[in-house]
């Protein structure tokens, strides 16, 4: 069963940074492509940020600059580190990966708020 358990939100002053974690069971992360989503009150869930089984990375446009997701194969995590955090990056930030079989899992979601 696979299982995805974010953690590392909180608050913090705009300017700031924050790392947020992904632990994965049931797969395993190098081998998967791992998504990062954040979704704000009130709004759809968007694109963040994205790490191929190859490693190769893709961001939204608006944090390209800011954020950048890596991998922890010893782990089995991905990690999303934000810095210069803006209040338009409050959020949930949730953790995804789709398996072979076509089934999109999500983690429960962890806050991230900025204050300005």
């Known amino acids: 069963q696979v299982q995805l358990v974010e953690s590392g939100g909180g608050l913090v002053q705009a300017g700031g940074s924050l790392r947020l974690s992904c632990a994965a069971s049931g797969i395993t992360v190098s081998r998967n492509a791992m998504s990062w989503y954040r979704q704000a009150p009130g709004k759809q869930r968007d694109f963040v940020a994205g790490?191929?089984?190859?490693?190769?990375?893709n961001y939204f446009d608006a944090v390209k600059d800011r954020f950048t997701t890596l991998r922890d194969n010893d782990k089995n995590t991905v990690n999303l580190q934000m810095n210069s955090l803006k209040s338009e990056d409050t959020a949930v930030y949730y953790c995804?990966?789709?398996?072979?079989?076509?089934?999109?899992?999500w983690g429960q979601g962890t806050q991230v708020t900025v204050s300005s």
């Open positions: 790490i191929t089984s190859g490693g190769i990375t």
């Open positions: 995804s990966t789709r398996t072979a079989d076509g089934y999109n899992y």
